[in-house]
């Protein structure tokens, strides 16, 4: 088998590393011989196979390769530490790889670049500069007519799990009252919310965020528990927009701010309304000194 299990590992095969590259085995012996980058494992004392984590090095040290540093460079940036050898990388070129991932459903590859993007920008830049214009490019599609479901759905999915393990980070809530982020009952995308809490999670701001598609009955009950700062209750469009849970959570007693552009059309009352994320993050802050 070119791929097998070792000590719970994945033992990869020179010539299947090779093909999931997209590089010659003659390249990978290079590789090994001048920069030491070679297999870690041996499954049986005699074939060295590479292991999992190996696979994923090689993988960063090729796209480094591809945003123009030379092999020995990037080698030891990703194998040597020496992270000051590589290079900015433009917000374009990221859209550009995220896009690719998406669309080959390369899952492994949207990981990474994930965690990269989040590491390098944080979840705030990562989202505006990144995340939204790869988004828009996939909605643009929809609309000429290209049906590309399933690269947005690998997208979101992956783009939600590197926000939880980003947000994992900095898991310690500090004591006191926290801000509450739902989504409106009806609501499919969560994506701005979830981006929102690792935002607030970051700054020191203690979030509970309760998912996608919540009962009205279980946001309220969450509420009355809690005690929040306030309740950000988000809705995408004006189909999802519940007045009827923002009236309820108000009448309660609860500071609620209504998130997102589907309450558009209901802005203007006594109700706060914010649709932009640096904004969202001022009042969060303002919510929980007051």
């Known amino acids: 088998m070119d791929v097998d299990v070792v000590g719970g590992r994945g033992a990869w095969t020179p010539g299947k590393v090779a093909e ?16 030491g980058v070679g297999p870690s494992l041996r499954d049986d004392g005699r074939h060295r196979r590479y292991s999992d984590t190996d696979v994923r090095r090689l993988q960063h040290m090729q796209r480094l390769i591809n945003r123009g540093l030379r092999a020995r460079e990037a080698a030891a940036a990703v194998f040597s530490g020496l992270e000051e050898a590589v290079p900015d990388v433009p917000a374009a070129r990221r859209v550009e790889e995220l896009e690719q991932a998406a669309e080959d459903l390369d899952f492994a590859s949207l990981a990474a670049l994930l965690d990269e993007l989040l590491d390098a920008l944080g979840p705030t830049r990562a989202w505006t500069d990144v995340l939204v214009p790869v988004l828009s490019h996939l909605g643009d599609r929809w609309v000429r007519g290209d049906v590309c479901f399933e690269s947005e759905w690998a997208l979101t999915g992956e783009v939600s799990l590197a926000l939880q393990r980003y947000s994992a980070r900095f898991a310690n809530i500090p004591p006191g009252r926290a801000v509450l982020l739902a989504c409106c009952p009806d609501e499919r995308h969560s994506l701005p ?29 969450t509420a009355a528990k809690l005690g929040p700062a306030a309740v950000f209750l988000w809705s995408m469009s004006p189909g999802t927009a519940d007045d009827g849970l923002v009236r309820r959570l108000h009448g309660d007693g609860f500071d609620v701010v209504m998130a997102g552009p589907g309450w558009e059309n209901l802005a203007g009352r006594e109700v706060t309304w914010v649709n932009d994320l640096a904004a969202a993050l001022d009042l969060a802050a303002e919510r929980l000194k007051g």
């Open 193 to 221: 919310m979830e981006v929102l809490r690792a935002a607030m999670v970051e700054t020191g701001i203690p979030a509970v965020y309760l998912g996608q598609l919540v009962p009205a009955e279980t946001t309220a009950a």
């Open 20 to 35: 999931l590259l997209g590089v010659s085995p003659v390249t990978l012996r290079t590789w090994a011989a001048r920069y």
